[in-house]
Nanobody
Framework: VQLQASGGGLVQAGGSLRLSCAASGGTFDNYNMGWFRQTPGKEREFVAAIAGSGDSTDYAESVKGRFTISRDNAKSTVYLQMNSMNPEDTAVYYC??????????????????WGQGTQVTVSS
């Protein structure tokens, strides 16, 4: 499975961005999908995850109520809508594909495939 993340950029605090992650080379709805983020010198941090069917999601506490993960299995794409952004959201965002259960997807080692990352910068 190949994953291609896009949609990053520069946004002001309080603004919004939508990230996309397009998958190819596999049966997309067989995979639960997740978004992580990483800043220099820190470990990859869980942001959100969604089940293959799209009927179950999980979020990090830091983004609950601001970020929404969704997927379109017909397009083999997962999205991360980010609202009310703040400078602490600045990071490289990665999408991943996993066969672990939805409640076990907050650990990066449980992912089988990763996209290349997209930079998100939030200015104050």
């Amino acid at each position: 499975v190949q994953l291609q993340a896009s949609g990053g950029g520069l946004v002001q605090a309080g603004g919004s961005l939508r990230l996309s992650c397009a998958a190819s080379g596999g049966t997309f709805d067989n995979y639960n999908m997740g978004w992580f983020r990483q800043t220099p010198g820190k470990e990859r941090e869980f942001v959100a995850a969604i089940a293959g069917s799209g009927d179950s999601t999980d979020y990090a506490e830091s983004v609950k109520g601001r970020f929404t993960i969704s997927r379109d299995n017909a397009k083999s794409t997962v999205y991360l809508q980010m609202n009310s952004m703040n400078p602490e959201d600045t990071a490289v965002y990665y999408c991943g594909a996993s066969r672990w259960g939805i409640r076990l997807l907050n650990t990066p080692t449980r992912y089988d495939y990763w996209g290349q990352g997209t930079q998100v910068t939030v200015s104050s």
